[in-house]
């Protein structure tokens, strides 16, 4: 039978640390606030608003909501990240994605300040990743670093796949799997031969977004199976990208949905957001 990683419990731990250093840097006039943004009434993103907030008040962290309605422009928009982009009692700014579609995504992440960007999109953040120098890892791909870790197996040398290659999870996560040494495959809808290839992983990350995708036969016996997929079955049931009942029998480690990797998410926003802080010194 796999090892449950428990994101939830591993995120617990990580953000009742965060509460003791923010409690100490509060003693220095150190104060992270953390602004999120959300425009419009995505069911999904209020939930993971909600989320934020929630762990903010957990690790004492200040924060700031801002509910905008669906028709804000994309000056209006820009204004705020402006005025926040210069607020010193705010640290880090996140504008919860997707933004409605008459607003360009990329001109709203390339307007957050990169030393307030605590979600790490901003190019200038992403290419600090990429040289393996930064100050903010990004959420997800964080979340899952500290989850292998919990497996207790090494990275490095490793055979690592990860399934998926958008900007928010796929890219990033081979990144810092490579970072550490491991031996990095990165698929995709195009790759031929899929189960080929996440056979052969120690590590495997699956970051689809299509629900029960990887299948018990497609992992390695005794492999660390990670799953970021989120999916909202009909059933109105959450499930992720690995089919559990399957894949638990093969894997060494894996994480459930929910439960695994999105809690982590949350923790490791707040862990950037008290970075943010001691790098802007806010107050
Ligand atoms: P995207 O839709 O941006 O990317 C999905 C990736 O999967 C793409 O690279 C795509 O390939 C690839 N893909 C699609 N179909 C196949 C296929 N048949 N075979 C192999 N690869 C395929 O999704 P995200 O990366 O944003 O999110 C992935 C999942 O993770 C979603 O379920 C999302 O809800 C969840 N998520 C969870 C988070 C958490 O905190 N737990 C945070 C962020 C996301 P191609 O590029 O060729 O199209």
Same mark, same amino acid.
């Given at each position: 039978? *796999? ?12 953000? *009742? ?7 100490? @840097?509060?003693?220095?006039? +150190? ?23 929630? *762990? ?40 919860? @994605? ?10 709203? +992440?390339?307007?957050? *300040? ?43 040398? !490793? ?24 031996? =990095? ?29 990887? !299948?018990?036969?497609?992992? !390695? ?52 957001? =008290?970075?943010?802080?001691? +790098?802007?010194?806010? !107050?």
């Amino acid at each position: 039978m *796999a090892k449950l990683l428990m994101g939830k419990e591993v995120s617990a731990r990580i953000k *009742a640390e965060l509460k003791t250093e923010v409690d100490k @840097l509060k003693e220095k006039g +150190i104060v992270p606030g953390l602004a999120v943004i959300i425009v419009g009434e995505d069911p999904a993103s209020q939930v993971y608003v909600r989320n934020k907030e929630r *762990a903010c008040e957990e690790c004492g962290i200040y924060s700031e909501k801002y509910a905008l309605p669906e028709e804000t422009t994309q000056e209006e928009l820009l204004e705020l990240i402006n005025t926040l982009n210069n607020k010193t009692s705010i640290s880090g700014i996140l504008v919860q @994605l997707p933004v409605p579609k008459h607003i360009d995504e990329k001109t709203i +992440i390339n307007a957050i *300040a990169p030393n307030k960007d605590v979600d790490a999109f901003h190019p200038v953040n992403v290419g600090k990743i990429m040289v393996g120098n930064y100050d903010f890892m990004p959420c997800t791909p964080a979340g899952v670093m500290e989850l292998i870790k919990e497996s207790g197996v090494e990275v490095s040398g !490793k055979e690592c796949v990860v399934v998926g290659r958008s900007n928010i999870v796929g890219k990033p996560q081979a990144m810092l799997l490579l970072h550490q040494n491991g031996t =990095v495959t990165i698929c995709h809808s195009r790759t031929k031969n899929l189960a080929e290839k996440t056979k052969n992983a120690d590590i495997l990350v699956a970051a689809v977004g299509i629900p029960n995708f990887i !299948k018990g036969d497609m992992i !390695k016996e005794g492999a660390v199976v990670i799953d970021v997929g989120i999916n909202r079955l009909e059933n109105k049931k959450l499930c992720g990208d690995v089919e559990f009942e399957t894949a638990e029998k093969v894997a060494g480690a894996i994480t459930p949905v929910p439960g695994g990797v999105g809690p982590m998410t949350v923790a490791m926003l707040m862990k950037n957001t =008290v970075k943010a802080a001691i +790098i802007n010194k806010s !107050k």
